[in-house]
T-cell receptor, first 114, second 111 residues
């Protein structure tokens, strides 16, 4: 069974440019989460999808970040325009049920904004 | 805001020794989980302990939970070089189901 896959693994962009990160969850997992880790600090929650609906987007930093989940399958996280402080590793995770506890993580997308 | 906070930030031990790291949190929880991240990889779930449990074992891992002190510990016994990784605690709040992570403990096991 394929795990959570994320693309790209690393992206380097200039400040002001746009980047789109993609996450493919484990097949059949309704719950999809985005997290971010900046500069070795804590891993912070960004948002949570249940199927195609945003269940909780309380962690989204500002309106430069837009997350979508087309048809309840893969998800994209777009940063537009990117700022220096957006640099970090963006993790996607999925789970079968909301209260199951365990999340299955992808390997992350490292974003470097110059 | 950060819910879980690991201590120490970094730990270096000799192969065969035990490694202990701690996690403190702030609000009431449904469960507490530990994850491992090898360099450049994703987080891997290690163990989950529920709020009504006090201790749990999985292979060489032992987790304790003290809800009165809002703290947990992870013990790795007989460490191996392959245990070199960052370890994160994550709490699922009783009023807020999403997982909140700390900044992690970086463990280096020397051969």
């Amino acid at each position: 069974e394929a795990g959570v896959t994320q693309f790209p693994s690393h992206s380097v962009i200039e400040k002001g440019q746009t980047v789109t990160l993609r996450c493919d969850p484990i097949s059949g997992h309704d719950n999809l989460y985005w997290y971010r880790r900046v500069m070795g600090k804590e891993i912070k929650f960004l948002l949570h999808f249940v199927k195609e609906s945003k269940q909780d987007e309380s962690g989204m930093p500002n309106n430069r970040f837009l997350a979508e989940r087309t048809g309840g399958t893969y998800s994209t996280l777009k940063v537009q325009p990117a700022e220096l402080e957006d640099s970090g590793v963006y993790f996607c995770a999925s789970s079968q049920t909301t209260y199951t506890g365990e999340l299955f993580f992808g390997e992350g997308s490292r974003l470097t904004v110059l | 805001s950060q819910q879980g906070e690991e201590d120490p930030q970094a730990l270096s031990i000799q192969e065969g020794e035990n490694a202990t790291m701690n996690c403190s949190y702030k609000t009431s929880i449904n469960n507490l989980q530990w994850y491992r991240q090898n360099s450049g990889r994703g987080l891997v779930h290690l163990i989950l302990i529920r709020s009504n449990e006090r201790e749990k074992h999985s292979g060489r891992l032992r987790v304790t939970l003290d809800t009165s002190k809002k703290s947990s510990s992870l013990l790795i016994t007989a460490s191996r070089a392959a245990d070199t990784a960052s370890y994160f605690c994550a709490t699922e709040g009783s009023n807020d189901y999403k997982l909140s992570f700390g900044a992690g403990t970086t463990v280096t096991v020397r051969a």
